[in-house]
């Protein structure tokens, strides 16, 4: 850093150029701290992003599932209620048959 000058001048200038490499390295830190910390809030940000539409979709998935068990239940009631129809038939196909016996009887007593 002299150049050919000695002393008190040389040390100046050496120190000028120390303080030189410190402010810039101190610039530096500050240019990436800042970086770090809005880095920080973007990662912040993302994280809370994956977890609302992580819980958003727990709550769909719970949802489809209520609709699923309640579509379930529906088929059930219609399947007992179509056994239920069906025993009906049984017995009014019964009856009809029993009457059509008795219609027979008469008319062969008539």
Do not use: F, M, N
Request: charged residues 45%.
């Amino acid at each position: 850093a002299s150049r050919g000058v000695d002393g008190p001048a040389a040390e100046l200038a050496e120190l000028a150029e120390a303080r030189k490499s410190v402010a810039e390295l101190t610039s530096r830190r500050v240019d990436d701290a800042a970086l770090a910390s809005e880095l920080e809030s973007e990662l912040a940000a993302a994280r809370k992003s994956i977890a609302d539409l992580t819980l958003r979709r727990v709550d769909d998935a719970k949802a489809q599932a209520e609709g699923r068990r309640r579509d379930a239940e529906c088929v059930r009631a219609l399947e007992r209620r179509c056994a239920e129809l069906e025993r009906d038939a049984k017995d009014a196909e019964a009856r009809a048959e029993s009457l059509r016996a008795v219609a027979d009887q008469k008319r062969r007593l008539s």
